[in-house]
């Protein structure tokens, strides 16, 4: 599916969830004020900020769909997650205001007032609830959209609280026992804390987040699987937006490799991420392998024995012997599982020099960024 494609669709889908929810505010707001119902005026008001979520993602959508610019050279797709901070934070108001009505209602309770037909109408919302649910769910996998994704959690989660209403009313109906208020409280809850996971999810996109590993390790199959490659390691990724992914990753390859030969390699790797993974990597470093040399051959297959009988070790490359100046190097990369990462690189760096104390070392502890 194409930029154009994808976006068309979010918005159609988004137009779909603001019809269907604007609707739901109407007949809900209608039957909580004729019946006196705190529970069905709250869950009014979410269905008012699902809409708006809806209207945002629209925005955010259009906004990210723009073409780079001289500003913005890779684009406006984190728009998107901007768009989706701001629906976190009409969440999150939504569940503070649903908080406070309730706990009035709690200190100064009135009586609900329900009928037959607004227990059939509450009943037709959560059905179409569900259905918005399931659609934005379907919708948001086909897209790529973590918006409509989102707003399918929620549409779902929706339905089951207008379902706790539906219960509150046949309770008050035929009981005669008003537990709105308190349900009210635990509306805003589940509210609150719907906001609060989407809020932190949401920045975990802006900041910055380890990329996905199926992804991670797809591409990296794909740069090993090309005559010539080593191994492919450090590799980096940056995230501008739903399907708009740039980085960067680090090649071992013969060191007696021609510079031709190598531009070719790297056009052909670039290429092939592409097309295959749709990232582009604008950035394709080398690390020359002495595959000749019997006593490089050696020093490296010893060194690198001694680090990887660590566990917490993902990976070891870039080795390097500088014969001119006794000189060893490579990194490391450490799992950030490990507490104290600086204090395995130094037990482990003690090792290898105990093992091998004529020479000097350039031991780098590296960042381990991806899978």
Do not use: W
């Amino acid at each position: 599916m194409d930029t154009e494609q994808r976006e068309k669709k979010i918005v159609q889908t988004s137009f779909v969830g603001i019809g269907t929810n604007v609707a739901l505010v109407v007949f809900k707001a209608i039957i909580g004020f004729m019946t006196n119902s705190i529970a069905i005026i709250l869950d009014a008001v979410n269905n008012l900020t699902d809409a708006l979520s809806s209207l945002i993602t629209i925005i955010g959508t259009k906004l990210a769909g723009k073409e780079p610019d001289k500003k913005h050279p890779y684009g406006y797709g984190r728009t998107e997650y901007i768009s989706a901070l701001l629906i976190s934070l009409l969440i999150l108001y939504a569940g503070v205001t649903s908080m406070v009505e309730s706990i009035k209602k709690a200190i100064t309770p009135g009586e609900s007032d329900y009928t037959i037909i607004s227990l059939v109408i509450i009943g037709v919302a959560i059905l179409a609830k569900v259905f918005l649910g399931i659609y934005f769910e379907i919708m948001g996998k086909k897209t790529g959209s973590e918006s409509l994704k989102a707003s399918g959690k929620d549409a779902l989660f929706d339905s089951l609280i207008s379902l706790s209403t539906l219960i509150a009313a046949l309770v008050a109906l035929y009981a005669h026992v008003s537990i709105e208020s308190y349900l009210g409280m635990v509306i805003a809850l589940f509210i609150l804390k719907s906001g609060f996971e989407s809020l932190f999810s949401t920045m975990g996109d802006i900041v910055g987040k380890r990329e996905d590993v199926e992804l991670t390790k797809a591409i990296r199959k794909t740069v090993e699987s090309f005559p010539g490659v080593l191994g492919a390691y450090d590799l980096t990724l940056h995230d501008y937006g739903p399907e708009r992914k740039v980085g960067d990753v680090h090649l071992e390859v013969d060191e007696n490799m021609n510079v031709g030969d190598l531009d070719k390699l790297e056009n052909q790797i670039t290429m092939a991420v592409l097309e295959k993974h749709k990232v582009l990597l604008t950035g394709i470093s080398v690390y020359a392998v002495d595959t000749n040399d019997p006593e490089t051959i050696k020093l490296r297959e010893g060194m690198y024995g001694i680090v990887k009988k660590h566990p917490e070790i993902k990976n070891v490359h870039a080795f390097h012997y500088y014969k001119e100046k006794n000189l060893i190097r490579f990194d490391m990369v450490i799992s950030f599982d490990v507490k104290n990462r600086k204090a395995l690189y130094q037990k482990i760096c003690e090792e290898v020099k105990e093992a091998y104390p004529q020479y000097q070392y350039y031991l780098v502890l590296d960042s381990d960024v991806s899978d």
